[in-house]
């Protein structure tokens, strides 16, 4: 194998210039909000030798553009999941941006499809991108070369949209450990996303149906996602978005307490007990029917609370104000709050966090909008948008969180997801309420607005309509349903005058183009002023 013949001097002038390069592109204005905890000498040690461009980048930076329009315009963007490249070409008529779905994606497009649990192949979102994003390049190529095969005056009257409509992408937690964040966002660079969000969800842990609560990660490994995404991002030198998803909200364990961050928001019990592992091991023994009632009646007899408020139940009046002043507004962890309280309370503070764990080692966490703003703060250095997700929409919680966080890092663009079975009326909407939500989100700061899971209700019910149809009414029933009035659209879709929805002009142009040699001179230069066909 031949070596490098480069001098060591060369190739340090090389490296320094690549140095100057990062740094130079990490103060330009479409970077310069991003905080990263590494050096650049750092990412250009970690470069290849063969820089590449990556469509991401231009999909970045035209979402990034049309965000920032919204934002100073107080607009918003609406748009929906979608897995399907047909699905995607006609959204581009109405939406700026498509969303491609880790639910979505998990129900359909994986061999062993299931729940919402980010149980899939780490590549599985990846692949939903490349295959929309190339769909995308396909439908830009053939629209303008069938435009550039009609006269200037004729091409006014032809279709000509913006296919290339920038993916966002649900990264969830990055799907394992450093290693696994890091090949899922070179994925998703190479496949051309311009945003994809991760979360600081625990991993194997997203439950929905044994009517618990979710598990977050603590702060620092939250961080430490989020920073191996950029890390990856910054060695491609790639512009991709990053969206700080948080999901705090409504959290029910957290997976460690490594963090004293997260300390003030951990709840232990109060009252020495057995603890709540021995208590369901033994409720299984004696074969109670339902662990969840057991667990629920031993929360309850442990007098769960926070640290906070475990002193609170303790101290007088006077030595909690004078506690929680010692607290102090930094961070402190839990070590250090048993410190204080043993200083300025009279009485003993009975507090312990192991009790209540579960039997995956979880602890009980306290979810609040004041938490879930500190963590979306020290994640947005990290990253371009952010968006808190609730449980529900619940109109106070919303307005808390982006009034606090907008207080200490104004202008940011938030995102918003319409969650497939949020209950509006429950929540406290009225139906006016409903109707200006996507505009009363944009008012702070809520830019781009999100169905993620539209195919399971709207898809599913067109479907099934169909379904019914085609078995009642057959042929009759389609041209009366389907192929008139699809047909009657104008212009025509994907098609212009010659209805097809597969573009078979383009592929009429390859033969043309091929066979030029035996048709003789001329045919190949037409374009712009005759058909070729
Ligand atoms: C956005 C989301 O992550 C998704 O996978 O589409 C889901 C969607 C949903 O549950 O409606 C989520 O919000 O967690």
């Known amino acids: 194998m031949p070596k490098l013949t480069q001098t060591i001097e060369d190739e340090q002038a090389a490296f320094n210039a690549v140095v100057k390069e990062i740094k130079d592109w990490w103060a330009s204005p479409k970077q310069s909000h991003i905080t990263r905890p590494y050096s650049a000498e750092r990412i250009a040690s ?19 553009n049309q965000l920032n329009e919204h934002r100073k315009n107080g607009t918003f963007e609406m748009t929906f999941g979608v897995t399907d490249p047909i699905i995607a070409s006609q959204m581009a008529k ?22 919402d649990c980010c149980d899939y192949p780490m590549d599985t979102v990846p692949k939903v991108v490349d295959k929309v994003f190339k769909s995308q390049m396909w439908h830009s190529q053939r629209q303008s070369h069938y435009r550039m095969l009609a006269s200037k005056e004729e091409r006014a009257d032809l279709e000509n949209w913006d296919y290339l409509t920038p993916i966002v992408a649900d990264g969830d937690m990055g799907f394992g450990g450093l290693t696994s964040t890091v090949k899922m966002t070179k994925l998703f660079v190479e496949a051309g996303v311009a945003m994809f969000h991760l979360d600081d969800l625990a991993i194997g842990k997203k439950k929905f ?58 709840q232990g019990a109060t009252i020495p007990v057995t603890s709540l592992r021995e208590t369901l091991k033994e409720a299984a023994k004696r074969g109670s029917p339902n662990l969840l009632a057991v667990r629920k009646e031993w929360i309850a007899s442990a007098k769960i609370c926070t640290y906070d408020e475990a002193v609170e139940a303790v101290a007088s009046e006077i030595e909690y ?26 009485k003993d503070i009975f507090f312990d966090w192991d009790l209540p764990r579960s039997r995956e080692g979880q602890y009980l966490y306290r979810s609040c909008v004041t938490g879930i703003v500190e ?14 997700r609730m449980d529900a929409p619940n109109w106070n919680d919303l307005v808390e969180f982006h009034t606090k966080f907008s207080k200490v890092i104004p202008d940011r663009n938030f995102a918003f997801g319409y969650t497939g079975d949020y ?17 009363d989100l944009a008012k702070m700061g809520i830019t781009w607005q999100v169905q993620p899971i539209w195919a399971l209700q709207g898809l599913n019910f067109g479907t099934e309509k169909f379904a019914k149809l085609w078995r009642e009414r057959g042929i009759e029933g389609y041209i009366a349903e389907v ?26 142009a390859f033969w043309d183009t091929v066979a030029v040699r035996d048709v003789g001179e001329g045919a190949g230069g037409e374009i712009g002023e005759k058909r070729i066909r």
Not at 47 to 63: E, N
Not at 375 to 388: C, N
Not at 423 to 439: C, L, M, N, W
């Open 321 to 346: 104000k004078d506690y929680i002043s010692k607290v102090g507004s930094g961070i402190k962890s839990l070590k250090e709050r048993e410190t204080i309280a043993k200083e300025v309370v009279s």
């Open 423 to 439: 209950d509006y009326t429950k929540a406290g909407f009225s139906q006016e309420a409903i109707r200006t939500f996507p505009s």
């Open 209 to 266: 149906t044994v009517g618990q609560g979710r598990t977050i990660v603590p702060t620092s490994e939250y961080l430490d996602r989020l920073t191996s995404a950029r890390m990856q991002i910054d060695i491609m030198g790639a512009e991709t978005l990053l969206l700080c998803r948080c999901d705090t909200d409504h959290s029910e364990f957290i997976a460690d307490v490594i963090d004293a961050r997260d300390h003030k928001y951990v």
């Open 375 to 388: 963590r979306s703060i020290l994640a947005a250095p990290l990253g371009d948008v952010t968006w808190a």
């Open 46 to 64: 970690l470069r290849g030798p063969l820089p590449q461009r990556y469509a991401s980048s231009d999909m970045a930076l035209k979402l990034w």
């Open 483 to 508: 192929q008139t009035p699809a047909l009657a659209v104008k212009p025509i879709t994907d098609g212009f005058e010659k209805p097809s929805y597969s573009g078979s002009y383009l592929c009429d």
């Open 94 to 115: 109405f939406q700026q941006t498509l969303y491609v779905s880790g639910a979505l994606c998990g129900f359909s497009e994986v061999s062993e499809p299931g729940m």
